[in-house]
């Protein structure tokens, strides 16, 4: 029988002497269904006297002698005598392995406990606390090593942050640029199916060209990032950690946020800046196939009209809110590779929480900047 399958049989009387008789395998692969089942026949027979026999168990590891163990403790817990039957040697030789003393002053399997709303909410909250306490320290230390880098540039490793340029920048334009051009298609054609009931097609350039380079341009292309680069950033930094590179890193005099993150953060910050050129450049071309094919719009009215929306304070403000979001979609994507403390589960983990951290602190900054740069305008 492999071992993950097991049979389970109770012989006797409610209320008088009862035999547990287990078959097959009793192991790691089967005690967390073995215990629940094992649990609820002794509930519902209330035995006198408990056998559990052994004879038909075909494979036992160390932890199936754990589950026999907790069994013969909650026996006696319960003050029902108990007794095994048909034990083997082999069976009794990883008994006496275990330490009964140490064991049965916990259960082997916890029990699962529900936690009611009101406490998963306090959980919640006090894990968020701690998650701002870690990104402000975090942020802190970056902010100094930004600093120190900018005014000792020889400490920068130039040719990862080339790299890093290629990673983000050059590797991430293709999905960059269809995106954006579906985006500018869609919201020249949805636009359109309003504006031309008032004959006012010659605006759509204008609104599709003001729309992408205040906001959507410099958020669409942070999103992409984000997803492409800013979980790359913290799944690498986080394999370090588990391999333990980053301590060997520190062992060997290297400050691992200047070795590891400053060159990400570089990179970010020279290319996200242009994929947002890109991304507005490539939707406004989405929405000139709309305006020439649909609209009856020629190239040239099109061009015209997408120029006199755009102004160089869109513009410089744009490139200013893609470094901010560039900075934080880096920043966040190494604190989080630089938290990970488990293995492979924790490093997927990271990874996660950097995508969605970096989409949050994108809107939310985005937000900030949009009420901020209606005063200024």
Not at 226 to 239: D, H, L, N
Not at 283 to 304: E, H, K, N, P, W
Not at 327 to 332: D, H, P, Q, S
Request: glycine share 8%.
């Amino acid at each position: 029988m492999p071992h993950d399958q097991y049979a389970l049989s109770v012989t006797g009387e409610k209320g008088g002497n009862i035999t547990l008789s287990i078959s097959g395998s009793a192991s790691l692969d089967t005690i967390s269904l073995m215990l629940p089942e094992i649990k609820t026949l002794l509930e519902e027979k209330h035995p006198s006297k408990l056998t559990t026999d052994l004879g038909s168990v075909e494979y036992l590891d160390s932890a199936g002698a754990l589950l026999l163990i907790q069994l013969e403790n909650e026996a006696k817990r319960k003050s029902v005598p108990f007794a095994y039957l048909n034990m083997s040697d082999k069976v009794k030789g990883i008994m006496t392995l275990l330490d009964r003393d140490a064991l049965s002053t916990s259960p082997i399997i916890p029990e699962k406990r529900t936690t009611g709303f009101f406490e998963r909410i306090g959980e919640a909250s006090i894990g968020f606390y701690d998650d701002i306490i870690e990104v402000i320290a975090f942020g802190g230390e970056l902010t100094l090593e930004i600093i120190y880098s900018l005014f000792h540039l020889r400490s920068v490793r130039w040719t990862d942050v080339i790299v890093y340029m290629k990673k983000v920048g050059v590797d991430g334009l293709p999905i960059v640029g269809l995106i954006t051009f579906l985006l500018g298609l869609i919201l020249a054609f949805m636009s359109s199916l309003q504006l031309k009931q008032f004959g006012a097609n010659i605006y759509v350039p204008s609104l599709l060209s003001l729309a992408m380079v205040r906001e959507l341009g410099p958020i669409m292309a942070a999103i992409l990032v984000a997803g492409r680069s800013g979980s790359a950033f913290a799944a690498e930094i986080g394999t370090m950690k588990v391999n333990e590179e980053v301590d060997a890193l520190i062992t060997m005099g290297f400050n691992p946020i200047r070795f590891l993150a400053i060159p990400k953060i570089f990179a970010a910050i020279m290319v996200v800046p242009l994929l947002t050129l890109f991304a507005d450049l490539f939707a406004i071309i989405g929405g000139l196939v709309i305006g020439v094919f649909f609209l009856d719009l020629t190239v040239y009215t099109y061009v015209q009209q997408s120029i006199k929306a755009i102004t160089i304070f869109n513009i410089v403000t744009s490139m200013i809110k893609s470094v901010v979001l560039a900075i934080l979609i880096a920043g966040i994507g190494c604190q989080r590779g630089f938290m990970v403390r488990g293995g492979a589960q924790d490093v997927g983990n990271a990874t996660t929480s950097a995508v969605v951290a970096a989409l949050f602190l994108i809107i939310a900054v985005d937000s900030i900047f949009a009420v901020l740069l209606s005063y200024i305008e």
